[in-house]
T-cell receptor, first 115, second 110 residues
């Protein structure tokens, strides 16, 4: 079966711009989570969606937002980009919940570079 | 908030040597998961441990969950070049969220 698909794979943006990243989870998976990965901070939780509802949000500023559609596809948006937003953004899908004895299946990520 | 610490941060071994990474949580965990990320890749789920004192094996990989459910370890016997990557442990950090350790980066001299 198809894995988790993230688009685009690479993105270069200028400070102050905004960006939208997309994630299509594994078919049948209803939970989509987003993580930011940087060399200094590691993997940091952004938010999690299930059935179009955000169930949890990490400690990121309001410039980071997301949503989930009825087909479980998810998008995250970062507005007013800062240099520190340069990172690998990973989408992870799971059947129902990552804590219900299911691990994440991660996508290949979107590498965002802010210049 | 909850913290998950992993040591060592880096480990370089000769091919054929053993490797161990340790994970410690500031709180008791209901379960712990392990992931592997190859260079340039994304994390891949390896295993989940749930029971106190649990030991699970996957070929040359042995995973342990501590009796107090606050620590875990991953041991690789006789490393191979295919084992190169960063190994992460992760525990529940609240509803629908995992807290990841900083990872142990394993490099291998063939």
């Amino acid at each position: 079966k198809a894995g988790v698909t993230q688009t685009p794979r690479y993105l270069i943006k200028t400070r102050g711009q905004q960006v939208t990243l997309s994630c299509s989870p594994i078919s049948g998976h209803r939970s989509v989570s987003w993580y930011q990965q940087t060399p200094g901070q590691g993997l940091q939780f952004l938010f999690e969606y299930f059935s179009e509802t955000q169930r949890n949000k990490g400690n990121f500023p309001g410039r980071f937002s997301g949503r989930q559609f009825s087909n479980s596809r998810s998008e995250m948006n970062v507005s007013t980009l800062e240099l520190g937003d340069s990172a690998l953004y990973l989408c992870a899908s799971s059947l129902v919940s990552v804590s219900a004895n299911y691990g994440y299946t991660f996508g290949s990520g979107t590498r965002l570079t802010v210049v | 908030g909850q913290q998950v610490m992993q040591i060592p941060q880096y480990q370089h071994v000769q091919e054929g040597e053993d490797f161990t990474t340790y994970c410690n949580s500031s709180t008791t965990l209901s379960n712990i998961q392990w992931y592997k990320q190859r260079p340039g890749g994304h994390p891949v789920f390896l295993i989940q441990l749930v029971k106190s004192g649990e030991v699970k094996k996957q070929k040359r990989l042995t995973f342990q969950f501590g009796e107090a459910k606050k620590n875990s370890s991953l041991h690789i016997t006789a490393t191979q070049t295919t084992d190169v990557g960063t190994y992460f442990c992760a525990g529940p950090g609240g509803a629908q969220k995992l807290v990841f350790g900083q990872g142990t980066r394993l490099t291998i001299n063939p």
